[in-house]
């Protein structure tokens, strides 16, 4: 059974196709500046090199049809026809309240994703235009949606409802949602394959460090608690996001620099985070280069977010009264010895301690801790797409 899975943005659609029989790709790839000039799609059968297509994707159903003959090309494509293609998979980026699992994609799921636009207004209308794109292509190809909201939803009320008049909950449903599920249950349920325990006796801190970063508490296989909140702005500093800062902030800002409500937004999503504080890259290794050559607001950066995520470890191993496993994944948490040591000194008080040999580790799964730790330190690659596929084969089989 292929699985083909969609992550759509508002200008690209980024693609993967899952032969399920064993997990494996069988090729991927992004259309990227669709509705835009010089737009092309760059496409990669596993095994050989990238091919880049340059086509007028003038919108996201051209952009599929494309995909589509890439995927049947008769020299880098990997199926005969679209009838090879058992189920589509989409990732959309918030489920509300309604979603607290993947679904199987008809007319009441999609009314209910519509009305999540408010939700997520930067999101959800992309991912809509990608259901409908391959609903217009492949018309009897049955599509699930996975929500990056949905693992999530396990939260007790008193973590997700903020300190505000709960009339603002009744009415707008304005409270903590959490993102990145999908990426913490696959690392979570990988971690209890590695540690050999069945997830629901384990309590595990999951750290998906990316461009975007969140940390979930995930008690007995659940999400008990998570660091971003009624959007993805909140929690820890990551690339150019702020994370939790104090609220008053914002009318100061306001008023000091004469803001508006669409400057506030940017200044905190896309200035801030280890950008802002320092002023050369959002990307980690350029700030690591920088702070080794003695950039003081560039090791500062450093030093920040990695404080953050010590704090949230804290928080979260009181959150579930212990903790057997902390497990980073994501760009940075996969890849960055660096980062992982600095936010794990000085945790020996909790068990955790790590061996700087195996440290040293960059996209692979591998315990890092020393033999007498008492908690686990994991390094699990995340792979979004196949736990999309994973779940869409479960509910396309169960239907
Ligand atoms: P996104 O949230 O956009 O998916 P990623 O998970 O790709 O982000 O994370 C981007 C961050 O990960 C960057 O700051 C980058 O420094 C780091 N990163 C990604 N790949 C590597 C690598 N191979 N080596 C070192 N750092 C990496």
Redesign the pocket.
């Known amino acids: 059974m292929n699985v083909l899975v969609i992550n759509t943005g508002s200008s690209s659609l980024k693609y993967q196709l899952i032969d399920m029989a064993n997990e494996s790709v069988l090729a991927k790839g992004v259309c990227d500046r669709i509705g835009l000039e010089h737009s092309f799609l760059k496409h990669s059968k596993v095994g050989n090199d990238p091919v880049v297509i340059e086509k007028d994707l003038y919108n996201h159903k051209v952009a599929i049809q494309e995909v589509i003959a890439a995927l049947t090309n008769e020299n880098y494509g990997v199926i005969k026809s679209m009838s090879e293609i058992s189920a589509v998979g989409h990732r959309i980026v918030h489920g509300g309240e309604k979603f607290k699992e993947s679904m199987v994609i008809d007319d009441d799921v999609m009314k209910v994703i519509n009305e999540c636009v408010e939700l997520a207004p930067l999101h959800n209308p992309s991912n809509i235009t990608g259901i409908e794109a391959c609903k217009h292509i492949m018309p009897d190809v049955p599509m699930v949606a996975v929500f990056d909201t949905a693992f999530h939803q396990t939260m007790p009320r008193y973590a997700y409802i903020y300190a505000l008049p709960y009339e603002i909950y009744e009415k707008y449903k304005l409270r903590k949602y959490g993102f990145h599920g999908t990426s913490h249950k696959y690392v979570a349920e990988r971690a209890a394959k590695m540690l050999g325990k069945p997830i629901e006796s384990l309590k595990l801190i999951t750290c998906h460090l ?3 970063a969140s940390i979930c508490a995930v008690k007995y296989g659940k999400s008990v608690e998570t660091s971003m909140g009624f959007t993805p702005l909140q929690g820890l500093c990551m ?1 150019t996001r702020s994370g939790t800062i104090d609220p008053a902030v914002i009318t100061f800002l306001m008023d000091k620099e004469k803001m508006t409500v669409k400057d506030v937004s940017d200044f905190l999503n896309k200035k801030s985070g280890v950008l802002g504080i320092s002023g050369v890259s ?4 350029d700030i690591e280069e920088a702070a080794n050559n003695g950039d003081d607001r560039a090791k500062l950066a450093l030093d920040i977010f990695c404080y953050r995520v010590k704090r949230f470890i804290g928080d979260y191993a009181a959150v579930m009264n212990g903790v057997d496993a902390v497990v980073f994944t ?3 948490g ?3 010895p660096y980062v992982r040591r600095e936010i794990l000194t000085d945790m020996d008080f909790f068990g955790i301690k790590i061996d700087e040999e195996k440290n040293k580790v ?2 692979k799964e591998m315990d890092i801790s020393t033999p007498d730790a008492t908690v686990r330190t994991l390094v699990i690659p995340t792979n979004e797409e196949l736990e999309i596929a994973r779940e869409t084969v479960k509910l396309v089989k169960l239907k």
């Open positions: 990316g461009n975007g690339g959002s990307d980690f290794r994501a760009g940075i996969e890849n960055n960059r996209g």
